[in-house]
């Protein structure tokens, strides 16, 4: 047994077990390691009959059965488990072996431990991994970062493992260091924004269309085969249709409105503060997961203060418009994601491909939709394209669609429904758009109190007024 096996996984959960199980499947002979003997022996059990499945909670027989160079993935809770992990396994390593991690992990402890392992010979790769249990188990979409001479190691097994399009692996080489573990985050901030999103059109419907939750499965059905065709869009209409096995009810009405989040979100938001980009769809889904949590709070303040009803609507202009307004909403975040990952390149030197990164986004993955293959052809037409809104071949999609937005997002306002991310995605189009924004006012206001100077329009320099005269 030692040295045989092609590929090793730590941590058989759910996502690791249907990782290593997908590999096998794939032909390639995997050993897995957890510290849970029950957990090993399910894989054995689960794995058996292939031949080509093995596990044990030993460190060191785990990696002797492994082939070298040994490609080695984590699939453990990100933080200082994957530190434990290393180092657990670091004493039975050559020079060469390559460690993948595949969880989400914060984009600077990737860096970290790059630089602590590379100073050992180990090569060591952040990988986001999308696709939840049934992705890991059937076909992902790999984002891996790291050195590209060890990717020729990895790169058969996850080209064989990943979710295919059209025939082509959703996995790719993405760039030096956390390079996927940053594309994973922005991935996620993305996810957050199409998750808002698609709530609030939910809400809208159901609040002034007033449509059961069977109309909106077929409603958010039909959508899915036409342009708004995504997994969020389509999970969505199966989530309208689940019954509840404790009621008489649908599942989703008895659902707390409480979201959680494990902070993937918010390292996007955060990261694009610092980098001086605006991802304001981004920034509003976060938030809304932070309001939704204040559910006390939100029930007092309910009791103050009124609400208007809902002025009525026809439910087919209404369910056409949402259906637009969706469009449009979604192209904004990505939009906005993009932006975000073409400005990290240049800050962090990841030298990133958006095309190739919008092209392994199109299957496999959360936010895969048919706009990514948009996208996709978009960023390859002009690989330095600043920002999605300037591509000639969304200005239509776009332009077509804005007008619906702004009559829901109006009707959202005087009805007292909230749709922060459409009205979000609605202003960063109109500021974006705008030649002329009223920040001069800012500037002005910043050298009144503050000396603080401003440029003119008109002329060169850095002028300061005494105001106050
Ligand atoms: C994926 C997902 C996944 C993420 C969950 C939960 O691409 O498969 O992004 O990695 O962990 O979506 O995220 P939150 O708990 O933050 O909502």
Redesign the pocket.
Known sequence: MANTYDFGLVGLGVMGRNFILNVADNGFTAFGNDLDKEKVNALIEEGGDTHKVNADVDASNFVSALSKPRKIMLLVPAGKVVDIVIESLLPYLDEGDIIIDGG?SFFTDTDRREAYLKEKGINFFGAG????AK?ARKGPSIMPGGSRDAYQFVKPIFEAVAAKYKGEPCVTYLGPKSAGNYV?MV??GI??GLMQLTSEIYDLLKKAGGLTNEEQHKTFAEWNSGRLQSFLVEITSEILTQKDDLTDGDLVDMILDKA??????KWTSQNAMDLGIPVPTIDIAVSMREISALKDERIKADEIYDRPSPESVVKDTLTSKAEKALYFAFIMAYAQGMHQLADASKEYGYELDLGEIAKIWRAG??IRAALLADITDAFKAQPDLPNLLLSPSFTEKVKETVAATRELVAYGATSGIPLPGLSNALTYFDAYTSSRLPLNMIQAQRDYFGSHTYERLDREGIFHTEWEN
Do not use: L
């Open positions: 989400n991994v999308s696709g939840g992705g994973k991935h996620n996810e957050y959680k989040q494990k902070g993937t979100g993955c959360i």
